[in-house]
């Protein structure tokens, strides 16, 4: 062999590995679209809702987001919702995830005063995605926390907290439940407490790293875990729905084969997505082992009386574990993982916790968004490590998705979905993992937080100069219509 027959084998077979599969979806697969209610849907003040952390943000904070942007109207889906349905019958899709805006429902948090404008306008989707053959998948908290609550604390505030969760949450249950059968307590908690009170960029802006976002997360496993036991004793004999919480998490891979790069991938995973994950999803329940030691190690250096990490009794573990039906992951990209030298004392927060250092390659393809590197292959990798750390549970893609700069010809956004779906079907048929569903993030192109309407993730373009807000398929809703008809990701796939 020649050196140039060489280079054309490896050059065939690099082509022949990034080649999407032509296997089929299982049948009973199910595909959908998300959104959450502070992205799309506007109305911010309409019709008795009260004002959310995210309101008090972008009001009180402009330059903190792209363009001073905020979701005062947003994609206006308040009102324009039925449209919004017709592009889900368009699509075909299964299901539609979408988020309720607790202050609608809820002006002032608690249940002492229920808004019946906002609750109607919930009621009035449901019924109509129904109507349509559409499942509602439904989130009840996507970051837009009530701020008369935000004003007593908080999600630090575990006390205050998981007992108005836990009523705002029952009365969703008590409100819906007889037409929704799928829902997520929380989504992405660690965006809410690392980015909201830990580095303090997202609402509502605290910055008490490694603090705070310890005792935030605490209170939202908490809280879910309250939640998830009130559908279990009062409501799934009747409503016979499944409850899940979404954790969000990169693919992290080691930067070499070395044990100490393996090592810190593998803390670096535990202190992302274990952080939420093992206590809930993991069969001996508890935060990881390896937070509990860190963190409890560099505190008592630091002069903490005790670890900044709360602790679970082992009551309280034993009633948080297990508190699912399936497993819902949301996840966008990869991370290469280094080990390093724990950081000197000094410092307080997660970062000096976890001590590692995570890069992305700079060969790998970019999005509009910088964090978001295309890496199909990551993917599949992640859903592997997530089926054997806990126990091969039922995950649901919950969200996935590729951002531009809303271009209708999107061709960038189709090889991402069709690559990430191939390494997600390659997960299911070669290596036997139980994925049941798929989520396209988003439905349409939306408020995108402190990004605001400068990166565009929709399968539709929306017109945020036009005050119709008028919505247009890009060629990736083509793409992800002829999926969910066909089940299949190229142009022939085998039977
Ligand atoms: C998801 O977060 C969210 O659930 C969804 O609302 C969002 O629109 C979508 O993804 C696309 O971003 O550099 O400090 O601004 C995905 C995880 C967390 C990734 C926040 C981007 C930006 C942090 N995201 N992160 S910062």
């Known amino acids: 062999m020649n050196l140039n027959t060489v280079f054309f084998l490896l050059i065939t077979l690099r082509l022949a590995l990034a080649e999407p599969t032509n296997k089929k979806f299982p049948e009973n697969f199910l595909f959908g679209t998300a959104t959450a209610s502070y992205q799309v849907e506007g109305g911010w003040n309409e019709d008795g809702k009260g004002e959310n952390i995210w309101d008090y943000f972008t009001h009180t904070y402009p330059d903190r987001i792209a363009n001073q942007a905020n979701g005062d109207i947003a994609c206006n889906s308040y009102h324009k919702y039925l449209e919004d349905i017709e592009m889900l019958k368009d699509l ?29 306008y919930y009621k009035n989707l449901i019924k109509a995605l129904k109507e349509n053959g559409i499942e509602p998948y439904v989130t009840l908290y996507h970051w837009d926390l009530p701020q008369p609550l935000q004003e007593k604390g908080g999600w630090p505030n575990t006390d205050l907290m998981v007992d108005l969760f836990a009523d705002y949450a029952r009365l969703a249950f008590t409100l819906f439940g007889d037409q929704v059968k799928y829902w997520m307590t929380f989504n992405e908690a660690k965006q809410t407490c690392q980015l909201g009170y830990g580095y303090g960029v997202f609402a509502p802006g605290i910055q008490s790293n490694g603090i705070d976002s310890y005792k935030c997360a605490h209170t ?21 729905g499944r409850v899940s919480m979404v954790i969000d998490s990169d693919w992290f891979e080691p930067a070499s084969d070395s044990d100490k790069d393996i090592e810190a991938a593998e803390r670096k995973i535990q202190f992302t997505f274990g952080w939420y994950a093992n206590p809930i999803y993991h069969p001996d329940g508890n935060y990881p082992q390896v937070m509990i030691d860190r963190i409890a190690e560099r505190s008592k250096k630091e002069g903490f009386e005790k670890s900044r990490l709360p602790e679970f009794t ?21 991370s290469m993982v280094k080990w390093i030298d724990d950081y000197p004392i000094g410092n307080v927060g997660y970062d000096n916790d976890i001590s590692v250092v995570a890069y992305q390659d700079p060969s790998w393809n970019s999005s509009a968004s910088s964090w978001l590197k295309v890496v199909p292959w990551g993917t599949r990798k992640l859903i592997n490590w997530v089926d054997k750390t806990y126990n091969h549970p039922e995950i649901v893609i919950t969200e996935n998705g590729f951002s531009d700069y809303g271009e209708l010809d999107d061709e960038g956004r189709i090889l991402y979905y069709q690559n990430y779906l191939s390494n997600i079907l390659e997960a299911i048929k070669e290596d036997g993992i139980n994925v049941t569903g798929y989520t396209a993030w988003s439905l349409m192109d939306n408020f995108e937080w402190l990004n605001g ?20 398929p890009k060629k990736s809703a083509d793409f992800y219509k002829k999926v969910v008809a066909t089940k299949c990701l190229v142009n022939q796939c085998e039977d």
Do not use: M
């Open 92 to 120: 075909g899709v299964h299901f539609y995830r979408f988020s309720l805006s607790w202050s609608r429902i809820l002006p002032e948090g608690h249940i002492e005063k229920i808004n019946q404008v906002g609750v109607d």
């Open 220 to 240: 939202v496993i908490k809280s879910h875990a309250k939640a998830y036991h009130i559908y279990d004793e009062e409501f799934r004999k009747t409503q016979n």
């Open 453 to 472: 309407y400068t990166e565009k993730f929709g399968l539709y373009q929306v017109d945020f100069d036009d005050e119709n807000r008028t919505r247009t």
């Open 314 to 334: 082992s009551d309280e573990i034993d009633y948080i574990k297990g508190t699912f039906d399936f497993l819902s992951l949301n996840t966008y990209t990869t």
